[in-house]
């Protein structure tokens, strides 16, 4: 699976909308993008996945760029509880594919 | 979505005795269960994958006779920490992947925290 790339943190104020970058610049053709988050002491939560088109959801809209080099995990209207470890995954839609974590970005969602 | 639930949440135990945890599926049949482990401020770590049925995939460096895996069910998986030490103590995640489910998503337990004395 190809590797991903996404910053250390992000601050957000709450009320306002979270973008999460995550750079996968060596995705192959199969892969899909694949947001998970895991709020602390918790187990990963899904969020969303895409192909090539952009995609939404009742938690977050994904923006995949036309190359698929990167993405952009959208939550519209921040909330405190939105604070956790976002990880960005890129893998095949396989049955016997298995999901990679990397470090994530922690997302700090303030009043 | 679907649920997988963990038992127990947390368990506390001596230096050298075993610990069972379980993992269900609550509303689906997961064909394949994976287990992942988690250490302090660090990402998960995937231990294993079980099909069921058929004994576990592990990855490599983890002991399989350290950490017995049975999936004997469609919706249950269990793991066992044998002869556990202080560095076991972990936070283990289990996940499941549902057998007629049209997306591929993989749904996860709330996580065991394991602490060996």
């Known amino acids: 699976d190809a590797k991903t790339t996404q910053p250390t943190s992000m601050d957000c104020a709450e009320g306002r909308a979270a973008n999460l970058p995550c750079n996968h610049s060596?995705?192959?053709?199969?892969?899909?993008v694949y947001w998970y988050r895991q709020i602390h002491s918790q187990g990963p939560q899904y969020i969303i996945h895409g192909l090539k088109n952009n995609e939404t959801n009742e938690m977050a809209s994904l923006i995949i760029t036309e190359d698929r080099k990167s993405s952009t995990l959208i939550l519209p209207h921040a909330t405190l509880r939105d604070t956790a470890v976002y990880y960005c995954i890129v893998r095949v839609n396989s049955g016997y594919s298995t999901l990679t974590f990397g470090k994530g970005t922690m997302l700090l969602v303030s009043p | 979505g679907a649920v997988v639930s963990q038992h127990p949440s947390w368990v506390i135990c001596k230096s050298g005795t075993s610990v069972k945890i379980e993992c269900r599926s609550l509303d689906f049949q997961a064909t394949t269960m994976f287990w992942y482990r988690q250490f302090p401020k660090q990402s998960l770590m995937l231990m294993a994958t079980s099909n069921e049925g058929s004994k576990a995939t592990y990855e490599q460096g983890v002991e399989k006779d350290k950490f017995l895996i049975n999936h004997a069910s469609l919706t249950l998986s269990t793991l066992t920490v044998t002869s556990a030490h202080p560095e076991d103590s972990s936070f283990y995640i289990c996940?499941?992947?549902?057998?007629?489910?049209?997306?591929?998503?993989?749904?996860f337990g709330p996580g065991t925290r394991l602490t060996v004395l």
């Open positions: 060596t995705i192959s053709g199969n892969e899909y």
């Open positions: 996940s499941a992947r549902a057998r007629d489910q049209i997306r591929d998503e993989q749904f």
